[in-house]
């Protein structure tokens, strides 16, 4: 995917180097964040194996050179619909200065063709009863019913 520049932000793959440009501080904006710069680096050079799998795009702003928006896509591998593939949208979070300009749309529009380029039959995400509104203006609907469970943290060997 090629970097996109428009109104001086440019929307591209997330990079090693954008640690230094405010990633970690970017998604704390959505829930808890905190890594060093080697835990970013140990799980970038992780994802990039999966080419594949995950697609993680920041949006940046040029001029200050700061990640000011951000989001991903799982391509999950399946069994059914003749071993087909989902995708999952997570994380997406636009930096509270900038929010009105579109750039979540923006992100959404970008992983939504990324996920039909890498053959994925649906796409789907959860999302607070509060961002519902801004998924439905994004051409999601309601379906189902999210469950989670939060597991302890294991012990560190």
């Not at 951000?70 to 636009?94: M, P, T």
């Amino acid at each position: 995917m090629s970097s996109i520049v428009d109104d001086g932000i440019s929307f591209r793959p997330l990079d090693i180097d954008d640690f230094d440009k405010g990633y970690s501080e970017c998604l704390q904006q959505l829930t808890e964040a905190k890594f060093t710069k080697e835990q970013f680096i140990e799980r970038f050079n992780q994802i990039k194996k999966q080419s594949d799998t995950y697609f993680l795009i920041v949006a940046v702003d040029v001029k200050l050179n700061k990640i000011i928006a951000c989001g991903s896509l799982f391509v999950e591998k399946k069994f059914i619909r003749n071993c087909g593939k989902c995708g999952h949208i997570e994380d997406i979070v636009v930096n509270n200065n900038y929010r009105g300009k579109n750039l979540g749309l923006r992100i959404i529009e970008q992983l939504k063709c990324i996920g039909s380029q890498a053959g994925c039959y649906k796409i789907i995400l959860d999302c607070s009863e509060a961002n519902v509104k801004f998924y439905e203006k994004c051409k999601f609907e309601r379906k189902g019913v999210q469950m989670s469970i939060y597991l302890p943290t294991p012990p560190k060997l």
